[in-house]
């Protein structure tokens, strides 16, 4: 019984530290749990909301809107990957199963690849997209509040 409970502290210790670990590696992510972690979720925003702030804030706006411009080259990439890998197995090997899963697989390096484009395109290693989109959030918040 002795063995149980030192084995289980060990345990236990052992996962507080790497809960700690990566808790530290992944501290971001703070930044959006006030918005994720909501008894009542916020509610959905249209383009035009987007646009007025982008408008409204002369810091983040623009970085929000670049931020935005990125994600067609990682649409375009996914695109392009995923049919074209699929297209590639589905002619060699006629392979409906090996077809869809490189369809998904292509899809996603693809986005991996169309969003490492748009980070050097438009140079977005100069931009914290990261606050202007919590800025946009905590907007987008106190809009809503404004208008209950």
Avoid at 5 to 34: A, I, T, V
Avoid at 112 to 124: K, P, R, V, Y
Wanted: hydrophobic share 35%; charged share 20%; aromatic share 14%.
């Amino acid at each position: 019984m002795a063995d149980d409970s030192s084995s289980q502290s060990f345990l236990r210790r052992h996962w507080e530290e790497y809960k700690e670990f990566w808790g530290e590696r992944f501290s971001f992510l703070d930044n959006f749990s006030r918005f994720v972690n909501r008894d009542e979720p916020l509610p959905s925003w249209s383009s035009s909301d987007v646009e007025e702030f982008i408008a409204s804030d002369p810091v983040n706006g623009p970085t929000l809107k670049t931020a935005r411009e990125a994600v067609n080259y990682g649409l375009t990439g996914s695109v392009i990957g995923a049919v074209s890998t699929a297209g590639v197995v589905w002619k060699y090997s006629r392979s409906l199963h090996g077809a869809g899963l490189s369809f998904v697989a292509g899809g996603i390096f693809g986005w991996t690849f169309g969003q490492e484009i748009a980070g050097h395109a438009l140079q977005l290693y100069r931009l914290d997209t990261l606050t202007a989109q919590t800025k946009f959030l905590e907007w987008w918040e106190n809009k809503c509040k404004r208008s209950s």
